[in-house]
């Protein structure tokens, strides 16, 4: 029995029940725990044999729904073990909360409920419109040969993993939909994952739009949790012909699954980055050899673990090496900021030719995307006379000059307070914004950018601050859209996946700060967002041929902006894996990360010291190599230290093997530090880490 039981309290391994019944494997159960009542699984049926000690019964069988299946099953013990977290943990954590409520009654209405609305074709249960689908594009060359590889690979009946490489626009998702169609018609399910929940209406709709009549159901975190009980159980009743996802989808009980695709394969938020803290990329490549299907990988920039694999025969390589239409790549112009005249206020964020770039958009009534990754107004407020800056009390970190609510707020603990009028430590009046953020971008854009009569152009801002409250994202790309904005500026939130038609211009601000980062990934996240950025100019062919993409460096020799200014993915990626392969970095080694939270730098050390030195006394220590305890990047966040320590092995195998003999002794040196020290809040570990 797989019980809801938290990792440390070292019941994650499956427990034993009775039951008067037989209950199959994968059945909801009720057990009782200690003296709770808790929801669990059947793992796998006893041996028979009788158990030492009094076991104790099973509370209730949830039975009118059909036991979770073995494909299932397996992909909940894989990701335990992998991740190193408890089966039970793991198994009640990906399922709908609601099943928790539910008793076998209640359980049954709700599933005639679903059968009824979807017999009806009930709107909310986002059942496709009864239209005839519009007949499906010709496709390309590239498209067709895309898909008859899928096809041919599903025709084997063994499991594969293909990687679609396809600039955006290069019609990806046309595949996408031609592999559904080929999964359907074999009367099987789909899964089709996405990064972003925001990226999820727009699939959705062309999905609709093109399995008009049958049943499709999204799951992530923005549903309620009666809307993620339904679409689980349409997918797990076989009812849903298509699951569409974030990364939690991925665990989607599905008994006819024929088909799982992964868009933007790349993107980070397929990391879980807490609990058990999986990949839902690497978790769908591993679900398609349990289920024995194909696993669609697609991407402009596949990270580079992905493009290794191709590279060493183990997936299948697809190409699209055209946009749609033949439609020109923007063209990159790189401005050379050490070049640019030394101004004076706006003119330092915006150089002259960029500016003249962007009053010709308006101009011609064209739209451009600009964007800065830092939020807020100013990074950090100063003052000239002291040397003070607006730290945080509570984090090694600097409080964000929000100027809107005249605030300074930490991004990190969400510490706020009102902007004081003069220097909190010597008075003086002048204290001054450093550096900039979105807010001051889009101030000095409005600035730069007036006409002959001081009107500024039409401006909207989409960054986290923008778009708190509900609809607020929703209204800002309806305006986009409808074309009455001309200058978009944001966060990297404005550069993912969005369908604009009209704009011809995308630059990035400040794009520097991750060429030198400590984070070894930190090139390809940059390169993957500058291409992803561009991508978002010139998407109608008409305006294609005059859209760029413009980037302000300070190293404009620097070898990721040559590759950017070719669209070279394949010259970037090759000389990215040089490097990797040089230093021993992934995917040429494997990595975990042990991390300590505590109240002292001190305590976090001597555990994570503690912890190293009862791995070096473990068999197999010699095949892995343990790093020395650092701080986190930002050290403190609200009064708490964390540190961390680098595991690193040049074998899979190896690591998971010594993570598996060590971890479960963390638990007990964790309750009683052996010399002293006070002991440490929490430590967790996270296996292929993707930020370090
Ligand atoms: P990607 O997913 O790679 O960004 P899409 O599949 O969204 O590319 O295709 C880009 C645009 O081209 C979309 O508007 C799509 O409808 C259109 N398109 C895709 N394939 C074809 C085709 N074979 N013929 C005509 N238009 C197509
Ligand atoms: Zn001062
Ligand atoms: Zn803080």
Redesign the pocket.
């Known amino acids: 029995m797989a019980v809801d039981a938290p990792q440390h309290t070292g019941l994650g391994a499956p427990l034993d029940y009775r039951s008067e019944r037989v209950l199959l494997p994968g059945t909801l159960v009720r057990v009782p725990l200690g003296r709770r009542e808790v929801p669990g699984i059947v793992w796998d049926t006893g041996s028979g044999e009788p158990a030492p000690g009094e076991l104790r019964e099973v509370s209730l069988a949830l039975d009118v729904l059909a036991p979770l299946g073995e494909p299932w099953r397996g992909l909940v013990d894989f990701t335990a073990a992998y991740y190193q977290r408890g089966t039970g943990e793991v198994a009640l954590s990906v399922l709908p909360p609601e099943l928790r409520k539910l008793d076998n009654a209640q359980l049954t209405s709700r599933i005639a409920k679903l059968r009824k609305a979807l017999a009806k074709g009930d709107a909310s249960m986002a059942m496709a419109s009864p239209a005839p689908p519009p007949a499906?594009?010709?496709?390309?060359a590239a498209?067709a040969g895309a898909l008859a590889q899928i096809e041919a690979l599903t025709a084997t009946g063994r499991s594969a993993t293909a990687l679609l490489h396809?600039?955006?626009?290069?019609?990806?998702?046309?595949?996408?939909?031609g592999a559904a169609a080929q999964a359907l018609a074999a009367g099987r399910q789909a899964l089709v994952l996405v990064p972003e929940i925001n990226l999820t209406p727009q699939l959705e709709a062309?999905f609709r739009e093109r399995f008009a009549g049958r049943h499709i159901v999204s799951m992530h975190s923005g549903l309620t949790p009666a809307q993620r009980l339904r679409s689980w159980l349409a997918a797990h009743l076989g009812l849903a012909d298509l699951v569409l996802g974030t990364r939690l989808a991925v665990f989607a009980s599905m008994p006819r699954l024929g088909l799982i695709v992964v868009?933007e394969e790349h993107d980070p938020s397929y990391k879980q980055q807490e609990g058990a803290r999986y990949s839902a990329r690497d978790l769908a490549v591993y679900r398609g050899k349990l289920e024995a299907i194909t696993v669609v990988l697609?991407s402009?920039t596949p990270s580079l673990e992905s493009w290794q694999r191709c590279l060493e025969g183990r997936y299948v390589r697809l190409d699209?090496p055209a946009?749609?239409?033949d439609g020109a790549l923007p063209r990159v112009r790189l401005v050379d900021m050490t070049q640019q005249p030394k101004g004076r206020g706006a003119n330092t964020a915006l150089s002259a030719p960029l500016v003249v770039a962007l009053r010709e958009r308006i101009a011609r009534g064209e739209q451009s995307l600009v964007f800065l990754n830092r939020r807020g107004y100013a990074p950090v407020l100063h003052c000239a006379d002291c040397g003070w800056k607006s730290a945080c009390p509570h984090c090694s970190a600097w409080r964000v000059f929000h100027k809107l609510d005249r605030t300074l707020r930490c991004h990190h603990c969400g510490f706020t307070e009102r902007v004081p009028h003069a220097c909190p430590e010597c008075g003086n009046l002048d204290i001054a914004p450093l550096g900039r953020g979105t807010e001051r971008l889009e101030e000095q854009l409005a600035e730069v950018l007036k006409d002959a009569d001081g009107k500024p152009p039409r401006i909207a801002r989409i960054d986290a601050d923008s778009t708190r409250l509900k609809g607020a994202l929703e209204a800002r790309l309806g305006a986009m859209h409808a074309g009455d904005v001309d200058v978009l500026v944001g966060t990297q939130m404005v550069t993912k996946g969005h369908?604009f038609r009209r704009v011809t211009l995308v630059a990035a601000v400040n794009p520097d700060t991750s060429l030198f980062s400590s984070d070894f990934r930190a090139p390809e996240r940059l390169f993957a967002l500058l291409m992803q950025a561009g991508?978002r100019a010139g998407?109608d062919a008409a305006h294609a041929e005059r859209s760029e993409m413009w980037v302000q460096t300070w190293h404009p020799r620097h070898a990721l902006y040559a590759a950017l200014r070719s669209h070279d993915f394949e010259a970037f990626a090759a000389a990215q894996l040089k490097e990797r392969e040089m230093a021993g970095l992934p995917p040429y080694s494997h990595l975990a990360i042990l991390r300590a939270d505590a109240r002292t730098p001190e305590a976090a050390r001597a555990f994570l010291q503690a912890a190293a030195e009862l791995a070096a006394t473990l068999p197999g220590a010699d095949a892995v190599m343990l790093y020395p305890p650092v701080p986190m990047g930002v050290a403190r966040v609200a009064d708490v230290e964390r540190m961390q320590m680098l595991i690193e092995s040049a074998s899979r195998v190896a690591l998971q093997r010594l993570l598996a003999q060590w971890l479960p002794a963390l638990h007990t040196l964790r309750r009683a530090p052996t010399d002293g020290t006070p002991r440490i809040l929490r430590w967790a570990v996270d296996v292929d880490p993707l930020s370090i």
């Open positions: 499906p594009p010709a496709l390309t498209q396809g600039v955006t626009g290069s019609g990806k998702t046309e595949v996408y939909l062309r868009d697609g402009a699209l946009r749609i239409g369908d991508g998407r």
